[in-house]
């Protein structure tokens, strides 16, 4: 039982223009969002993240939205660089619930064309 | 360097051999997790620490996996009588502190392949 989905093994994005990665989730517990980036044989490096008490946040090119009625949450990247390239994880945690775990999904493999 | 360092960084050995993996979390970090990760999935959770308690191990496969934290803040994970289906990127992460809204920290990774 998938409890986060990432619908879209990948995606390929024209340098310069939007990347929009996309995440379903099906716990209600879930309060806090993040997403995190992943080169090979690297560990994963968090990029962003959100609470549930807000809709948007946003860090530099980064911007994470989150619906919490629909559960779906977006990761937009602007503009794309090459140096985007890399698998994508949307995670998710019942933080304020004292349990920490994170939640991941399959991850969306983002290319940017030069 | 001051992030989560994990050794070693490629374990292969022999099914029914035990293994033993190591990370060093960011120094102060409260909070120490670790993950699988199998081919082409994301990771999954299999037990977490705070300090050198160990309040979670619900994502430990089966009692041949085996986690400690004895003084709060190197681990180690061990695997007895190693299987095939063992083999996976074992992912190890730190986080400041016990409260809520703390991203984890991700160190690189131990791929095992069980032979």
């Known amino acids: 039982d998938q409890q986060v989905k990432q619908n879209s093994p990948s995606l390929s994005v024209q340098e310069g223009r939007i990347s929009i990665l996309n995440c379903d989730y099906t716990?209600?517990?879930?309060?806090?969002f993040l997403w995190y980036k992943k080169y090979p044989a690297e560990g994963p490096t968090f990029l962003i993240s959100i609470s549930s008490i807000k809709d948007k946040n946003e860090d530099g090119r980064f911007t994470v939205f989150l619906n919490k009625s629909a559960k779906h949450l977006s990761l937009h990247i602007v503009p794309s660089q090459p140096g985007d390239s890399a698998v994508y994880f949307c995670a998710a945690s019942e933080s304020n619930f004292g349990n920490e775990k994170l939640t991941f999904g399959t991850g969306t493999r983002l290319t940017i064309i030069p | 360097g001051a992030g989560v360092s994990q050794s070693p960084r490629y374990k292969v050995a022999k099914r029914g051999q035990d293994v033993a993996l190591r990370c060093d979390p960011i120094?102060?970090?409260?909070?120490l997790f670790w993950y699988q990760q199998a081919l082409g999935q994301g990771p999954e959770f299999l037990t977490y620490?705070?300090?050198?308690?160990?309040?979670?191990k619900s994502g430990l496969p089966s009692d041949r996996f085996f986690a400690e934290r004895p003084e709060g803040s190197v681990s180690t994970l061990k695997i007895q009588r190693t299987q095939q289906e063992d083999s996976a990127v074992y992912l190890c992460?730190?986080?400041?502190?016990?409260?809520?809204?703390?991203?984890?920290?991700f160190g690189d990774g131990t791929r095992l392949s069980i032979l």
């Open positions: 992460a730190s986080s400041t502190s016990t409260g809520g809204n703390q991203p984890q920290h």
């Open positions: 620490f705070q300090n050198e308690a160990q309040l979670d």
């Open positions: 716990n209600s517990m879930f309060d806090y």
């Open positions: 120094s102060g970090h409260v909070s």
